[in-house]
């Protein structure tokens, strides 16, 4: 059974690009959820998609959007870019009410 | 009010000893689950342990035990017989079983262990 994948791993933009991270979740998972942790910090929730559709959004601003496909994986995408947006972004897929996390793509923005 | 509280930043502790981290949390829900990641400098959240509200013994997984006082609101994990290994940053994290099923993480305390 392959578990969460992310890519990339690494990833360095300057401010006011746009980023797209994907996420292939854990096979026959059909929730994903994003996570941004900054350095020092524990992770925060952005959003979660069940089935496609978003399912819950975090305190996080409009110009963080995200998509989920027919087969579960997904993308976050980013878009005018700022330097606090510096951070590993972590994905989790879950079936029940466990999250299994991948290992995270860490996005310097300078 | 910050909903998981983890007071202790870092925590040293020598090899084979246990050593206990804190973690209280907040929640008006009466069905919540509360968990422990572990995660090492590589950046991935290893899961280690889980608490259901309702669940009368307190969690056991190998070295790891979840000691969980309800009425405290403390869900604090054990480690017993530390090893160099077991040197990472560790997150209390708590489910809310009202809404969608996200986790909200504490800010984390960096186990060091020392031979």
């Known amino acids: 059974e392959t578990g969460v994948t992310q890519s990339p791993t690494h990833l360095i933009k300057t401010r006011g690009q746009q980023v797209t991270l994907r996420c292939s979740s854990q096979?026959?998972?059909?929730?994903v959820s994003w996570y941004q942790q900054a350095l020092g910090q524990g992770p925060q929730f952005i959003f979660q998609?069940?089935?496609?559709?978003?399912?819950g959004r975090g305190n996080f601003p409009p110009r963080f959007s995200g998509l989920q496909f027919p087969n579960y994986s997904s993308e976050l995408n980013v878009n005018a870019l700022e330097l606090d947006d510096s951070a590993l972004y972590l994905c989790?897929?879950?079936?029940?009410?466990?999250?299994?996390f991948g290992p995270g793509t860490r996005l310097t923005v300078l | 009010a910050q909903k998981i509280t983890q007071t202790q930043p870092g925590m040293f502790v020598q090899e084979k000893e246990a050593v206990t981290l804190d973690c209280t949390y907040d929640?008006?829900?009466?069905?919540?689950?509360l968990f422990w990641y572990k995660q090492p400098s590589s950046g991935e959240m290893i899961f280690l342990i889980y608490?259901?509200?309702?669940?009368?013994q307190n969690a056991t997984e190998g070295r790891y035990s979840l000691n969980f006082q309800k009425a405290r609101k403390s869900a604090n994990l054990v480690i017993s017989a530390s090893q160099l290994g077991d040197s990472a940053m560790y997150f209390c994290?708590?489910?809310?079983?009202?809404?969608?099923?996200?986790?909200?993480f504490g800010k984390g305390t960096m186990l060091l262990v020392s031979p």
């Open positions: 989790a897929s879950s079936l029940t009410k466990q999250q299994f």
């Open positions: 096979s026959g998972h059909n929730t």
């Open positions: 998609y069940y089935r496609e559709e978003e399912n």
């Open positions: 929640t008006s829900d009466q069905s919540y689950g």
């Open positions: 608490q259901g509200s309702y669940d009368e």
């Open positions: 994290a708590m489910r809310e079983n009202s809404g969608y099923s996200t986790l909200t």
